[in-house]
């Protein structure tokens, strides 16, 4: 077990002080106190659903009803099809968002972050250790073990978005389904336990915030840019350029791009509709929030299908990039541990933007 590293105290944390006379010499000293504050992976793990559930796009009245559904459908099996429900799905909406190996009672100093660890990024943290980094938790934002292979089942959070931008609800829910069903055949052959392996043989604690980081991300772009009105496409662009990781993101050749439209084009009602909810949702979509007033659409990724469909409907496409629009999510959550104390160390395309610095300096 390593020692718990001090911080180097500021002057007005020496508390108590002394003075007394030894050998004709006047002695005068002070007392620091230091209050060495844990967390434990359970406790990152329990803040991360905290913050899912405060950032849903479902509300926490929404997320409430989800899990009782969860609780009705697993009180309605049988004893032996008990014994394989995911219990912990009972208390986390997140199918995507799990410890995927480690003692949850171990204290943290310091994680390595990133989007996408497989059994690379794992090798990369047991080497940065062995120069002596101390790393103690792997943090990925795209799922792997049972978290990928449940990927689909958070899907059902797209049926109360849409339904927000004003498709009905039953409608949502039927275009959806056969897409969650192709989803779970789509990742069913994956190698979903590789990484995971490779942190057990490591000995490295490792968990993926999937749905959490992306709901995060979600509620931050859509209080930007669904509560105020925008006259044209490029309007929305210049603003999405300004926020300090699309910033950096086009410096990487990766920022903001119109997939369909211009910026010429009228704007209409914006929409922050393809951020969250596991992955993309029915192409059939389209047609609907098209019928409901959306004129603009901001997402992170778009197949070809998908974007045909919005051309179709003359819906404006922008599409703010994959990677980057993931870090967005992953900082607001990343923040709160770095006011708990944690060092981060991103890895893995993590644009790292740290939002607490930006507040200190304008204050």
Known sequence: MRPTRLPVPPPWQNLDRYQFQHCGLNWNFGLIYYIISTVTIEEIYQLAIKMGIGADPRGKEGVAKYLARQKKAYEELSTSKKEDFDLESLKNPYSDTRILFGDSSVNVDKIMAGID???????????????????????AHHPSGGALASLHEVMDLQVDLMASYGVPINVAEGMLSERVSEVRRKIGPINHYRSVDAARLLGLPFMCIHTVWDNLGWRFMAGIFEKKDYETVGDVMDILKTIPEYKQAIKYKAGPTIYWGSEKNRAGRVAVSEFTGGTEGAKEIYEKLSHAGIGTIIGMHVSEEHREEAKKYHINLIIAGHIVSDSVGANLFLDELEKRGITIIPASGLIRVNRLKTRTKRS
Do not use: M, P, W, Y
């Open 117 to 139: 660890f497989d059994t690379g990024e794992v090798v990369l943290a047991d080497r940065l250790n062995q120069k002596g980094e101390s790393i103690d938790l792997l943090i």
